[in-house]
């Protein structure tokens, strides 16, 4: 019992961090996020595409175009992968509460933050609020909740845990 105060103690701290890291990078107006994933597009870019610089204008605008959309909804997706994790180990330190509604009280706490994160950037300069990145996010926190549950629940049943 004490373990578990401990536990919950420890990762109540780091999901507030957790969740401080995402409003600090939905604050970021859109020409600083872009700078960060721009410069994250362009490792790829030398990574994956040594010819980049022969292309033509419209072949390197176009896999630019590609990669950045597929950086920034994977930086989503990875967001709330990890506050998903975080949420879902904070709920299963509480014994007293079953456990499909540890699943949902996690699913809920995550699609909510993702939506008050949609909403907070519709508030900042160049940002948007946007539908699909609350589906993103909660596509990325339904998936760790779920791996989360699903180790949690086979440890327990092989008696590797005490809940």
Not at 24 to 53: H, T
Not at 87 to 108: A, D, E, P, Q
């Amino acid at each position: 019992m004490k373990n578990a105060k401990k536990a919950r103690v420890v990762f109540i701290l780091l999901l507030a961090l957790w969740m401080l890291v995402i409003f600090v990078m939905s604050a970021q107006p859109a020409e600083q996020s872009s700078q960060l994933s721009g410069g994250i597009v362009s490792s790829i870019i030398a990574a994956i595409c040594r010819n980049f610089d022969t292309l033509s204008l419209q072949q390197q605008a176009d896999i630019t175009s590609v990669i950045t959309l597929i950086v920034r909804k994977t930086a989503h997706f990875s967001e709330y992968f990890i506050l998903g994790a975080l949420v879902s180990l904070t709920t299963l330190t509480f014994s007293k509460i079953n456990y499909k509604l540890k699943f949902l009280l996690s699913v809920m706490f995550c699609v909510i933050y993702a939506a008050s994160d949609e909403i907070h950037q519709f508030f900042v300069p160049g940002r948007a609020c946007r539908f699909g990145d609350v589906f993103i996010d909660t596509a990325g926190s339904i998936i760790a909740i779920t791996l989360i549950m699903m180790i949690y629940k086979l440890k327990n049943r092989s008696g590797e845990i005490n809940a």
